[in-house]
T-cell receptor
Framework: EDQVTQSPEALRLQEGESSSLNCSYT??????LFWYRQDPGKGPEFLFT???AGEEKEKERLKATLTKKESFLHITAPKPEDSATYLC??????????FGAGTTVTVRA | GAVVSQHPSWVICKSGTSVKIECRSL??????MFWYRQFPKQSLMLMAT?????????EQGVEKDKFLINHASLTLSTLTVTSAHPEDSSFYIC???????????FGPGTRLTVL
């Protein structure tokens, strides 16, 4: 069974204080690892897809990396608008997504 | 990017009634649509996968007679919660994907409250 574990569960940061979120996974036949941002009461917003170990992708203050067992989402110099829940999901060969429980990030000004 | 809409955005109903939720892909043809359920402070749990023109595939533990899914066209899928009960109250989210493309694009979600 595919498993995705995210840590920490919650992260409180001061504006400008960089940090990293972790996503550990086990999956039979990884098609891709996805990062989403979810604001309260909204659907997930796509951020990145990573396909192979060693791959990195960046978007503004966010950078995602992938190894064979885990992925990291680095937030550099965060701003209050980066406050959200960040979800990690793995996609197996059947195209289904298995989600982690998420990391709720709060950035204080 | 691809846009997926859901209607209604929220609904309140009495116990025992049925509720229909629509999911539409606005600017692309979705060969596959997925329905998820999210309880407060929990992650998304896949309920079922539907391909246009064929019967939905339900995840283990999801009652197919209670959660009716129809994917009649490449831009529309519906989820009907039949004989809803308070324990069905949740945030229902759909996503849509295109054959050969890995990404799923999510709708804004529908908040269902059953009194």
């Amino acid at each position: 069974e595919d498993q995705v574990t995210q840590s920490p569960e919650a992260l409180r940061l001061q504006e400008g204080e960089s940090s990293s979120l972790n996503c550990s996974y086990t999956v039979s036949g990884l098609r891709g690892l996805f990062w989403y941002r979810q604001d309260p009461g909204k659907g997930p917003e796509f951020l990145f897809t990573l396909y192979s170990a060693g791959e990195e992708k960046e978007k503004e203050r966010l950078k995602a990396t992938l190894t064979k067992k885990e992925s990291f989402l680095h937030i550099t110099a965060p701003k209050p608008e980066d406050s959200a829940t960040y979800l990690c999901a793995v996609q197996a060969t059947d195209y289904k997504l298995s989600f982690g429980a998420g990391t709720t990030v709060t950035v204080r000004a | 990017g691809a846009v997926v809409s859901q209607h209604p955005s929220w609904v309140i109903c009495k116990s025992g009634t049925s509720v229909k939720i629509e999911c539409r892909s606005l600017d692309f043809q979705a060969t596959t649509m997925f329905w998820y359920r999210q309880f407060p402070k929990q992650s998304l749990m896949l309920m079922a996968t539907s391909n246009e023109g064929s019967k939905a595939t339900y995840e283990q533990g999801v009652e197919k007679d209670k959660f009716l899914i129809n994917h009649a066209s490449l831009t529309l899928s519906t989820l009907t919660v039949t004989s809803a009960h308070p324990e069905d109250s949740s945030f229902y989210i759909c996503s849509a994907g295109t054959s050969g493309i890995n990404e799923q694009f999510f709708g804004p979600g529908t908040r269902l409250t059953v009194l």
